[in-house]
């Protein structure tokens, strides 16, 4: 962690114009000072459908009441999303040169393809059945693929292109599975089940930064092993995991790919854990690319509904949930309930009793370091903090005190030529949280990462800043009235370059990471 001086660069204000499209609340009326308190919210997405299986639109907030523990719960927002009836994507504005943003347009689900050969769904069928609906999707359908095995994978980040999709599939020809024998149900530390939530949780992290609903058609032979196995008790790690995906707006839909066969405790468990999470479970038939097309439109149209939970403690107990509509004949799914734990524990919590972890991440990453997780290549871009970046080469002279070089620049590269970059983030004051202290002090910290990458993948160089807000009553009023900047500078090597940069809320926790694409000159110009 490096010493961080802010540097007030006023005349980029005007700029950064549209810092205050993101910036989430006014300032203040009155002149004293604010804590900004985050108050829990609980969503719950509602799929309704007619006796025919066709999704209803243009229901009101009026027809809907739900229900947490019996007691009838006020609605604080409602939304329909759906091909007819959704309004059209927010556009951004158009930003001046050199300037990127996290802050991303609304635009329909995801709909994500996990392969989990964990549970045997990793099959040429399978594929075929992947393909054939990538093939069949309509234009603007956003879609993902990853993979459950010996690890956690992200065969394709989220994209509308069919080609790149089929391309990925195509190229899929030996079996992600783990090596025979490896995955024994009462094993310990490793077990199908530890394998199995471990990965989910990874996928969680993974999906948790795309806005929206995410789709996950979940193809495999069912999750048996969480739900009925004699040798370990999964119940509490299992729910917990639910209560992330709920966090995180993502709906299971569990999809046998065995095709016709007897009826057992696999589509039980499979039942289980599409009720579980509001999603609906396909087996029984060989058309799996219909099911999969069916899975996909039961997460088009919905309704997002929120509500204060009636208790804002994190008591630990689980909480159902309750939905009824004004309006005969209609079929409501939705999940049934949640635990009411908090979830920058549930983490900790899996960590210890899932015994092992598979995530491949910097030594550092860790759940007290959400962020360095974060800033890996291969993760969307989160958008739990908005935030804007100006980057463009350094044009002031170098600091004498700086060090030869900015960044842990890969030590393959060091006598490449270097050309120094500046990164100016704008976070809106009103997104940083602060604890009270004594005499009216208040304290806050934010975390500020860049992380370099070549066109394969590779880390470059990295660099990581932290800023602490030890303020007075009167400095926190100065604080929130504009925009906080910091100006980041590091050394890039020539070449085709994506840099990542992530800001993390040392108080929420809250953080955003955005991708800017760089080409870096051979020779490096003189300062």
């Known amino acids: 962690e490096e010493a961080m001086t802010r540097r007030t660069l006023a005349p980029l204000l005007t700029a950064l114009a549209f810092v205050s499209a993101i910036q989430a609340q006014p300032p203040a009326a009155s002149n004293a000072p604010t804590i900004h308190v985050y108050s829990r919210e609980t969503l719950v997405d509602v799929t309704v459908t007619d006796d025919k299986g066709n999704p209803v639109h243009s229901l009101k907030q009026a027809d809907f009441t739900i229900t947490e523990d019996g007691n009838r719960q006020p609605l604080r927002s409602f939304r329909e999303f759906g091909a007819d009836t959704a309004a059209a994507p927010r556009t951004l504005p158009k930003l001046p040169p050199n300037i990127f943003t996290n802050l991303q347009p609304a635009t329909g689900p995801l709909n994500v393809f996990l392969l989990d050969d964990v549970n045997g769904g990793d099959s040429a069928q399978a594929r075929w059945a992947v393909a054939s609906f990538i093939r069949k999707m309509a234009p603007g359908t956003r879609v993902a693929l990853l993979a459950l095995g010996f690890k956690f994978t992200v065969l394709q980040g989220p994209t509308t292109d069919p080609a790149l999709l089929l391309n990925v599939v195509n190229r899929l020809v030996d079996p992600l599975s783990v ?85 057992d405790g696999t589509q039980l468990a499979m039942e289980a854990v599409a009720e579980a999470t509001g999603g ?83 030594p550092s990453a860790s759940a007290a370091d959400p962020l360095s997780a974060a800033m890996a290549s291969v993760i969307p871009s989160a958008t739990q903090l908005l935030f804007d970046v100006r980057a463009e080469p350094a044009t002031t002279p170098s600091n004498p005190t700086d060090p030869p070089v900015l960044g842990a620049l890969n030590a393959k590269l060091t006598k490449a030529p270097l050309t120094r970059y500046s990164f100016l983030f704008a976070v809106p004051s009103s997104q940083i949280a602060f604890t009270g202290g004594e005499a009216g002090t208040y304290t806050g910290s934010l975390e500020f990462d860049l992380a370099a990458y070549d066109p394969d993948g590779r880390l470059v160089t990295i660099r990581s800043q932290t800023m602490k807000f030890p303020l007075t009553a009167d400095g926190y009023k100065k604080f929130i009235a504009t925009p906080f900047q910091l100006l980041q500078e590091i050394d890039l090597p020539p070449g085709q370059i994506t840099l990542r940069a992530g800001v993390l809320d040392g108080v929420s926790q809250k953080l955003g990471t955005l991708d800017i694409p760089l080409t870096v000159p051979k020779n490096p110009a003189q300062r």
């Open 179 to 263: 090596p025979p024998g490896l995955w024994d149900p009462c094993s310990v530390p490793i077990t199908i089940g530890n394998a199995t939530l471990d990965q989910l949780k990874q996928l969680t992290t993974y999906l948790s930064g795309i806005n929206g609903r995410k789709n996950v058609i979940w193809i495999g032979n069912g999750t048996s092993e969480l739900t009925s196995n004699g040798c370990q008790n999964w119940r509490k790690p299992l729910q917990q995991i639910y209560d992330l995906l709920a966090n995180a707006q993502i709906t299971l839909y569990p999809l046998d790919p065995s095709g016709v066969r007897r009826l």
């Open 280 to 362: 609906v479970a396909f087996y029984e038939r060989n058309d799996l690319d219909t099911l999969m097309a069916k899975a996909a439109d039961s997460g088009t149209s919905y309704y997002t509904l929120s509500y204060k939970p009636h208790s804002l403690a994190y008591d630990g107990r689980y909480h159902a949930i309750g939905i009824q509509i004004d309006k005969p004949g209609l079929h409501l799914v939705y999940r049934k309930g949640y635990s009411a734990e908090d979830p920058q524990q549930i983490g900790r919590s899996l960590e210890n009793s899932l015994g092992f972890t598979t995530r491949e991440t910097k």
